[in-house]
Every structure is written in structure tokens, then in C-alpha cells.
T-cell receptor, first 112, second 117 residues
Framework: KAGVTQTPRYLIKTRGQQVTLSCSPI?????VSWYQQTPGQGLQFLFE???????NKGNFPGRFSGRQFSNSRSEMNVSTLELGDSALYLC???????????FGSGTQLSVL | GENVEQHPSTLSVQEGDSAVIKCTYS??????FPWYKQELGKGSQLIIDIRSNVGEKKDQRIAVTLNKTAKHFSLHITETQPEDSAVYFC????????????????FGKGTHLIIQP
């Protein structure tokens, strides 16, 4: 069974640009969560989608948004990038919202 | 909301020795505590977890203990090996059993475990 797949692995953008990250969950998993990981803050929850609906959202500005498609694949978008958005963005999937999380390898975003 | 503190941030042990990583949490309603291992270039893997109705859980060389009264839980790795070198994250949530309304897990900031040969 394939794991959680995130694309691209690396991204370099400049301030003010926008970026879209993609996550394909494990087959059969309907829930997708997104996390931001930085050395200073550790892993912070962005949002979780379940069956195309956002179920919960962390404490991030509105520049961070996401969506989930009918095949459970999810995208995360960050608009008007800031230097502080440089981080590893991790996606995790699970079959249901009360089951264990399985993480992807992440997308390393660098904002210059 | 929940707050999880993790210590130490870096831990260096000799191969074959034991390693212990500790986490404390603030929300007494938290009922599920997973541990994740993150290796360079790989996703974070769930290595062990514990639910609030259990005090200790073991899986080969790895064990987790939970003290609900003190609100802390610990990861114990015995007979450490080079492949144990990684960053370990603890996490907590009170929503494991809610069946819906999915709050994300609250994570500690990670411990970089270094196994010295």
C-alpha cells in the first residue's frame, strides 16, 4: 500500500508569491491534515479536511487555505508569501478523524 | 488549548544504552498520546502510542509510560542502535474518541536523538 505522497519535495519562492502544495493520502483514507514544521515552533496544526469539508483549523492567518477533492487528495495554498513561511509542510492522512495519523515526507518551502 | 512541552531538545547516548524523552501536557482532558519518529528525508512515522486508560505500553525495545495525575508521558528506548538516530515528537489530543470534529494533535517541539557508536 502506497504511503502519503506529497509534491513537490522542495520549493523556492520569493516574497509576495503564492504557492500550492499537494498531498495524496493513503488509499481509503478520507481525512487529510496539514502541519507546518519549523525549528523554533515544532509541528503546528494548520487544518484538517474530511470528505471535502474542513473540520478544524489551527491558528494561522487567512493566507493559508486548503481544499480536499472527491478522491481525498488535498491541496494547501499560501498566498502573499512571507519569509516566515519558510518551513517543512507535512501532510497526514487517516481513515477517520479518530484514527491514527500517517505522515508524508513533506514539502520543504523556502521563501527568499 | 492544549500545550505540550518536550525535553530534552537534543539527547546523545552511547549505542546500547537507554534513552528517555519526556513530555508534559496541560489539558487534563487529553486522552491519546502518540510518538512519532522523523528521519531525514522521510515522513514522520508513528512508532508507539498510548491511550489514557493505560499506564504503560511496550513494543520490543520501545515503551511509553503515562502519568495522568502528573500529566506527563515518556518514551523509553532500550539497547539503542544507530538506526534509532532521528527526531522524535510527542503529541497529545483530547479528540481521539470524539468521532468527529477533528482537532489536530498538539505536538512537542521534538527531540533530536543521537546515538554515538
Amino acid at each position: 500500500k502506497a504511503g502519503v505522497t506529497q509534491t513537490p519535495r522542495y520549493l523556492i519562492k520569493t516574497r509576495g508569491q503564492q504557492v500550492t502544495l499537494s498531498c495524496s493520502p493513503i488509499s481509503g483514507h478520507r481525512s487529510v491534515s496539514w502541519y507546518q514544521q519549523t525549528p523554533g515552533q515544532g509541528l503546528q496544526f494548520l487544518f484538517e479536511y474530511f470528505s471535502e469539508t474542513q473540520r478544524n483549523k489551527g491558528n494561522f492567518p487567512g493566507r493559508f487555505s486548503g481544499r480536499q477533492f472527491s478522491n481525498s487528495r488535498s491541496e494547501m495554498n499560501v498566498s502573499t508569501l512571507e519569509l516566515g513561511d519558510s518551513a517543512l509542510y507535512l501532510c497526514a492522512s487517516r481513515w477517520a478523524t479518530n484514527e491514527k495519523l500517517f505522515f508524508g515526507s513533506g514539502t520543504q518551502l523556502s521563501v527568499l | 488549548g492544549e500545550n505540550v512541552e518536550q525535553h530534552p531538545s537534543t539527547l546523545s547516548v552511547q549505542e546500547g544504552d537507554s534513552a528517555v524523552i519526556k513530555c508534559t501536557y496541560s489539558d487534563s482532558a487529553s486522552n491519546y498520546f502518540p510518538w512519532y519518529k522523523q528521519e531525514l528525508g522521510k515522513g514522520s512515522q508513528l512508532i508507539i502510542d498510548i491511550r489514557s486508560n493505560v499506564g504503560e505500553k511496550k513494543d520490543q525495545r520501545i515503551a511509553v509510560t503515562l502519568n495522568k495525575t502528573a500529566k506527563h508521558f515518556s518514551l523509553h528506548i532500550t539497547e539503542t542502535q544507530p538506526e534509532d538516530s532521528a527526531v522524535y515528537f510527542c503529541a497529545a489530543t483530547d479528540r481521539m474518541y470524539s468521532g468527529g470534529g477533528a482537532d489536530g494533535l498538539t505536538f512537542g517541539k521534538g527531540t533530536h536523538l543521537i546515538i554515538q557508536p
